[in-house]
């Protein structure tokens, strides 16, 4: 890879690094105060992949100095004992944040659970609550990886007013809030997803394009406009290696930006989950406050 491509990458992991250290100075002042934020991770079953994010979740809280436990709960375990669980942390005023790790078991009805969570304590921003604001441009707890996103916009001082931002990707954790985030930040967006004609005739007029779709190099070198900044926020693992949803390797001649994967959207997830945390402290503190 030549120097020219070298500029181009976006180091996630960097700024990522950047932002924790933030949280961690956020917390050393909610200590001072008293308040020690605390995240506690639900896990029901024995998904690896469920099991190594709720690690690095821990990690990143120990590197924070952010108290963390780790719920776990068995895979059989029913709705209605799950809904109990949340509710017992609802009540529990040591716990700052909730996490329920997804996916949840094909007999739990997630919706029902994410919505169990209470809004202050979603860390997520999965809340319709948290969603609505983030709608009616009041972006309080919102997803993290678009978040994280933005984020790496503002690092990187990409321009989004009046540009044409492309996001490939309608789900709720990724595709719709980035939409809105954007949208927020007065770019023209418009979202490509499964029943799209012609998904080419769109992200070759982007500007900033984002892909959060987890279908392996998805975005290639010919469906991508000279000088755009590309953000990826799929992943992709296979006998091969991981991958995310554009083919970085010939896309990254053409733009001017992008999102290695891994090492580029992924840290910054977990490193605004920890800020995350940090607020739902916050909020919490200051409704004590008012009684």
Do not use: W
Request: with cysteine.
């Amino acid at each position: 890879m030549t120097n020219t491509d070298t500029s181009k990458i976006i180091d996630g992991r960097a700024v990522a690094s950047k932002v924790e250290a933030e949280a961690a100075a956020a917390v050393l002042k909610l200590k001072e105060k008293g308040i020690a934020p605390k995240l506690v991770t639900v896990l029901v079953g024995e998904d690896p992949a469920s099991q190594m994010y709720v690690r690095m979740k821990h990690k990143a809280c120990e590197r924070a100095g952010i108290l963390a436990e780790n719920c776990i709960k068995p895979a059989d375990i029913t709705e209605k004992e799950l809904l109990a669980v949340i509710d017992a942390l609802n009540k529990d005023k040591t716990v700052s944040s909730i996490l329920v790790q997804l996916p949840l078991p094909r007999h739990i009805n997630e919706k029902e659970i994410m919505n169990a969570v209470s809004p202050d304590k979603d860390p997520d921003g999965f809340h319709p609550f948290n969603m609505g604001s983030l709608m009616i441009n009041e972006e309080g707890l919102v997803p993290c990886t678009p978040k994280g996103i933005i984020r790496l916009m503002e690092e990187y001082n990409v321009d989004i007013k009046g540009k044409n931002a492309v996001v490939v990707g309608r789900s709720n954790i990724v595709g719709k809030p980035m939409a809105a985030m954007l949208l927020n930040r007065s770019a023209t967006v418009t979202v490509c997803h499964t029943s799209t004609k012609d998904l080419k005739s769109y992200t070759k007029e982007a500007d900033i394009l984002v892909a959060g779709t987890g279908v392996k190099h998805l975005i290639t070198q010919d469906m991508v406009k000279e000088g755009a900044a590309v953000f990826d926020a799929g992943i992709v693992t296979d006998e091969t290696g991981t991958y995310g949803d554009v083919d970085f390797e010939n896309v990254i001649k053409k733009v001017s930006l992008i999102t290695p994967v891994p090492g580029g959207v992924g840290p910054m997830t977990i490193a605004i989950l920890m800020t995350h945390v940090v607020k739902c402290a916050e909020i919490i503190a200051a409704a004590e406050n008012k009684k």
